[in-house]
Structures are given as C-alpha cells and as structure tokens.
C-alpha cells in the first residue's frame, strides 16, 4: 500500500514568490492535515482538509492556503514568500473522524527553501 | 485539546530502557492518549495510542495510571536507531492534531 506522498521533495524559491505544495493521502484516507516546522522546531498545525472542505487552520497569515480536490489529494499554496517560510512542510492524512483518535500517517514532505 | 507536558530532553545508553513521561491533567473522559516518533527531516510516525492501564506493541509501551492525568512510553532496550523526537497528543473530538515540542531522546553508544 502506497504512503503519504509529497511533491516536490525539495523547492527552492526567490522572495516574493509563489510556492505549491502537493500531498497524495493513503487510498481511503479523506482528510489532509498540513504543518510547517521549521529547522530545529517543533510542528506547527497549518491547515486540516476533510471531505474537500477547509476545517480548521493554525496561526498563519491568509498567503497560507490550500485546497482539497474530489480524489482527496491536496495543495498548499504559499503567496509572497518571504525567508522566514524556508521550513519543511509536511503532509498526513487520516481515514476521517476524530483526527487524535485514529492514526496519522506523515509524507516525506517538501523542503522549501526561500532565497 | 488536552494541554501535554513532556521532559524537554533525555539521554539513555544503548540497551537500557526507557521512560518518558507526559502528564496532561486536564485530560478528558473521552481523551486517547497518542504517541508519534519523529527523526530528523521526516514525517512522525504513529508509535502507539491508549486509553487506560496498559497498552503494549512490537515496539513501545504505554502505561496509564487510573487517574490518566499522566502517562508513560516506555522504549525497552533502546538503540542508536531510537535516537528521535518523541511527541505526546491527548484529546477526542478535536479539529486539530496538535503536536507539542515532544521529548527529544539521545542514544549514546
């Protein structure tokens, strides 16, 4: 059985930039969780897609967005870069329901570098 | 979501045990206590989830106490491989999966 599946594994973008993130989930898993951890830190919660809705999402300006397409995959998309975005952002994805509850299972996720 | 409080760092030696402790006192009826592991630049992976008294896999166990305000992951006959970030979630019906700064464990030779 395939993982959680993220592309690409590393980008590099300029300042200013645009940046999409994708995230394949486990076949029968609907919802998307997305998180930001910068080098050294801890996981910051980014966005929860469940069922191709947005239903909750962290502490982050609105250039942080994303979208949940009918085959439950997703994107993230980044606006206006700026340096402090350079983190590795990861994908997981759970068969639905409570999120705590049911096993979370992470991609390899994107480095994303902002120079 | 259940506040969680984890030991910021440990240090074993290969082939002890270890136990790492996470107390979460406002801990509901309905909580599940999660634990993931996490090793430098990859996703956490699901190390094992219970309820209450014990819980044992291949690779971990958990114990819980009656009163569940506190719980313990016990790593047996730790490696240099074990060498990670170990993260505690308490909570039920939550609509976020949030991740506390975890325990990060050195296994020295």
């Known amino acids: 059985e395939a993982g959680v599946t993220q592309s690409p594994t590393h980008l590099i973008k300029t300042r200013g930039q645009q940046a999409t993130l994708r995230c394949s989930p486990i076949s029968g898993h609907t919802s998307v969780y997305w998180y930001q951890q910068a080098l050294g830190l801890g996981l910051q919660f980014l966005l929860w897609?469940?069922?191709?809705?947005?239903?909750n999402r962290g502490n982050f300006p609105p250039r942080f967005s994303g979208r949940q397409f009918p085959n439950y995959s997703s994107e993230l998309n980044v606006n206006a870069l700026e340096l402090e975005d350079s983190a590795l952002y990861l994908c997981a994805s759970t068969q639905g329901g409570v999120p705590v509850n049911t096993e979370a299972f992470f991609g390899q996720g994107t480095r994303l570098t902002v120079v | 979501l259940a506040k969680t409080t984890q030991p910021i760092s440990m240090d074993s030696y290969e082939g002890q045990e270890v136990n790492i402790t996470c107390s979460h006192n406002?801990?509901?009826?309905?909580?599940?206590i999660t634990w993931y592991q996490q090793f430098p630049s990859q996703g956490p992976r699901f190390i094992i989830q219970g309820y209450k008294t014990k819980v044992t896999n291949e690779v971990a166990s958990l114990f819980i106490p009656a009163d569940r305000k506190s719980s313990t992951l016990s790593l047996p006959r730790v490696s240099l491989s074990d060498t990670a970030v170990y993260y505690c979630?308490?909570?039920?019906?939550?609509?976020?999966?949030?991740f506390g700064t975890g325990t990060r464990l050195q296994v020295f030779p």
């Open positions: 406002n801990i509901a009826t309905n909580d599940y």
């Open positions: 897609y469940d069922e191709g809705e947005e239903r």
């Open positions: 979630l308490v909570g039920y019906n939550t609509d976020k999966l949030i």
